[in-house]
């Protein structure tokens, strides 16, 4: 059964920096899509950004493009998600998710993660002001 966990979160200043980590247990990173998505109080969830570990073609939300980066450690069954210059709004807990792909497009893969299946427990992030 895949397991995900969420890691790396915290309190930062508007401007700085934060490495969020999702690290994968009982599969392999080969050939998946994943994807991190959020979520604020009073909110529908968001997807961020979405990566394939097999060719790593990535997906960004218009929102975040240019400020956050998304990769992915294969070897150790990991994906990261560099965000810089960080923005209050973009205070929210953040949730990664991992599934085969049934197309390469990511986008579709994310609309699949915000119908189907279930969330962890997440890590919180909060950017001041």
């Known amino acids: 059964e895949v397991q995900l966990v969420e890691s790396g979160g915290g309190l930062v200043q508007a401007g700085g920096s934060l490495r969020l980590s999702c690290a994968a247990s009982?599969?392999?990173?080969?050939?998946?899509?994943i994807g991190w998505f959020r979520q604020a109080p009073g909110k529908e969830r968001e997807g961020v950004s979405c990566?394939?570990?097999?060719?790593?073609?990535?997906y960004y939300a218009d929102s975040v493009k240019g400020r956050f980066t998304i990769s992915s450690d294969n070897a150790k069954n990991t994906v990261y998600l560099q965000m810089n210059s960080l923005k209050p709004e973009d205070t929210a807990v953040y949730y990664c998710?991992?599934?085969?792909?049934?197309?390469?497009?990511?986008?579709?893969?994310?609309?699949?993660?915000?119908?189907?299946?279930?969330w962890g427990q997440g890590t919180q992030v909060t950017v001041s002001s």
């Open positions: 009982g599969f392999t990173f080969d050939d998946y899509h």
């Open positions: 990566i394939s570990s097999d060719d790593g073609s990535t």
């Open positions: 998710r991992a599934e085969r792909p049934i197309t390469p497009n990511l986008e579709v893969t994310m609309k699949y993660f915000r119908d189907f299946g279930s």
